[in-house]
């Protein structure tokens, strides 16, 4: 791909690379969130010379993939492989790094489940030792046989360049985000409801038992260390110190198998949940919900303007306005990351004065202005030291 777009701290828009993944024929083309995100114009150049302009149909930040789309017919697709892949089976790395061309690196399966690296909220990832550099990300993870296994999306490097560890989105997630996305407009994703502990995590242990005082013991499974109110968890009887073991009939030895069993699921789905409490194992069914608390499917038209720009919003006092010279303006909550306002650089407890050029007071002003909008919005806010800046985006 080559895309157009702008950084939050650039005046001048950028030019930059990415791969991605023909999943239909009709056009639909799995990528990454992070190329395409900021982009305000999209080039997809295929492999027999063709060029088309793609429109984002969905992003999913919390996975960092998204779907795009190009007009065009007859495509030539890749099929999925969501079922087990092994460490030592031979991958492939496909996609355009540093904008040379479509090029094929070839390594192997170092480890499956990786998570804990800070990249992405949902992390299943699997690792590889076939080179990734700037340019691969969106592009395709395959076994020998040319099955997608997973989309090329990150590396750990000192440099910002190959060392031999990359990272791809496991194809039973990608196509779960391709599905809900294509039918939906947005991801509909099935939560369980508990803060957790990884028992693996022996120094996540140590430290938890240093700050509170405890004596858990490492080993398998998750413990519960809280359960979210009224999440499908809480419903079915799950409480703070229970052990989960299993999910349906998968054995949950770490958070990357709670994470993978619960990944693909939707809100409204049932899963089998074991667990062990005071030395008893005890089994219970759980009704997953959203992190609204539905068991509903939504679309985009059924989101608020908070979700859409990924925002919340408190008025100011008057003597806040007076202290901080303000005629105007909105104190900024619970910013979703890789969201609009995230994107724009907005942060929690900045300072939004104004929107599409009129003052904001409260967040029924923001709605009242951004409620059935759909198309360039303009932020000016104050950051933490006191800047003023601006920053704009489509409204979603």
Do not use: C, W
Not at 29 to 54: S, Y
Not at 73 to 90: Q, R
Not at 183 to 196: A, I, M
Not at 344 to 369: A, T, W
């Amino acid at each position: 791909f080559e895309f157009h777009g702008m950084n939050q701290n650039e005046s001048e828009p950028r030019s930059g690379l990415g791969s991605g993944v023909i999943v239909s024929k009709d056009g639909y083309i799995l990528t990454n969130n992070h190329v395409v995100g900021k982009a305000n114009e999209i080039v997809v150049a295929l492999h027999d010379g063709r060029k088309a302009k793609a429109k984002v149909i969905g992003t999913d930040p919390d996975s960092d993939l998204a779907v795009i789309k190009i007009d065009l017919k007859d495509l030539p697709t890749i099929p999925f492989k969501t079922s087990a892949n092994e460490v030592g089976d031979v991958v492939l790395a496909i996609g355009n790094p540093f904008g040379v061309g479509q090029t094929v690196t070839q390594g192997i399966i170092s480890a499956l489940g990786r998570n804990g690296l800070g990249i992405n909220t949902f992390e299943d990832f699997i690792q590889t030792d076939a080179a990734i550099n700037p340019g691969n990300s969106g592009g395709a993870l395959v076994n020998i046989n040319g099955d997608l296994i997973g989309i090329n999306s990150a590396i750990s490097s000192n440099t910002g360049y190959y060392e031999g560890y990359g990272f791809a989105v496991p194809a039973n997630l990608a196509k779960k985000v391709v599905e809900d996305i294509k039918k939906f407009g947005l991801v509909q994703r099935g939560f369980l409801g508990v803060g957790s502990l990884d028992l693996s995590d022996e120094d996540q242990v140590a430290i938890y038992n240093s700050q509170n005082k405890t004596n858990i013991k490492p080993g398998s499974g998750i413990f519960v260390r809280e359960v979210t109110e009224k999440s499908g968890a809480e419903d079915a009887g799950i409480k703070k110190g229970d052990i989960i073991t299993k999910i349906d009939n998968s054995k949950i030895d770490s958070f990357a198998d709670l994470s993978a069993a619960i990944g693909s699921k939707r809100p409204g789905d049932k899963v089998t949940v074991t667990y062990t409490r005071d030395g008893r194992q005890l089994t219970t069914n759980v009704t997953l919900k959203d992190q609204k608390g539905n068991t509903s499917f939504r679309s985009k038209s059924d989101l608020t303007v908070s979700e859409k720009i990924g925002g919340e919003f408190d008025s100011l006092s008057e003597n806040t306005k007076v202290r901080y010279g303000l005629d105007s303006g909105v104190l900024t909550k619970n910013i979703t990351e890789g969201g609009e306002l995230a994107k724009i650089g907005v942060q929690d407890r900045y300072v939004i004065m104004e929107v599409n050029g009129k003052p904001v007071n409260s967040q029924k002003d923001i709605e009242k202005i951004l409620n059935g909008y759909s198309g360039n919005v303009q932020i000016k806010f104050v950051d933490d030291f006191g800047q003023i800046r601006t920053g704009g985006f489509k409204m979603p």
